[in-house]
């Protein structure tokens, strides 16, 4: 039976920077915004470190875009797919979309709803995986680096006006953007609804 000191010290060893680190990296699969918003929390604590808790989400985020390369290979695999799509019009695909490769990767990566059609489209249609990879990287990059900027900037300026504790004031900014993403599509469909 664990008693109070055994329990204390097991959630010690848990707020190791390389579990915290882990964690991060495990809730980008699940919820990325939640794990860039706890990751700048946690930085901002100190429980880990920024350089850390950046590599922890960035390739969390990274390694999930490219299973959904990886998920579009496998599709590959389904038989009426490979009839349906396998082929000559694969071939022009894979054309279209290596054309257009950093636009497509790079938007994908901000606009929501785009990054599993897209990501699994290359890997259905087998772009080169090197390009491929490296362009994920770099928008990952550039997308964590910006939200970690942003919420750390607004955070602090939540922190100072409104006497928030920084922790919270830090991840408020993504979780509010987070929200505002969603509810915005929902408006804009009713709204849609409205008018037709």
């Known amino acids: 039976m664990l008693n109070a000191a055994g329990f204390e010290a097991a959630l010690a060893g848990m707020a190791s920077p390389a579990l915290i680190a882990l964690a991060l990296a495990l809730t980008t699969l699940l919820l990325e915004d939640v794990a860039i918003a706890a990751g ?15 590599l922890a989400v960035g390739g969390g985020i990274a ?48 606009i929501p709803g785009l990054r599993l059609a897209t990501y699994t489209a290359c890997g259905f249609v087998r772009v080169r995986f090197a390009p491929f990879t ?15 900027g942003l919420s750390a900037a607004l955070g602090q300026a939540l ?5 928030l504790p920084p922790a919270l004031a830090v991840a408020l900014p993504i979780l509010v953007l987070a929200a505002a993403v969603p509810l915005a599509r929902r408006l804009r469909q009713r709204l849609t609804a409205t008018r037709s």
Do not use: N
């Open 40 to 54: 700048v929390a946690l930085a901002t604590q100190g429980l880990i470190g920024w350089p850390l808790s950046l």
């Open 63 to 110: 390694l999930g875009d490219l299973g959904l390369y990886a998920l579009g290979l496998g599709a590959r695999r389904v038989p009426w797919l490979q009839r349906r799509y396998v082929g000559e019009k694969s071939l022009r695909l894979r054309g279209r979309i290596e054309g257009q490769l950093p636009s497509a990767v790079l938007l994908a990566r901000v």
């Open 134 to 148: 490296a362009w994920v990287l770099l928008a990952v990059t550039l997308w964590t680096v910006g939200l970690y």
């Open 159 to 163: 922190a100072t006006r409104l006497g």
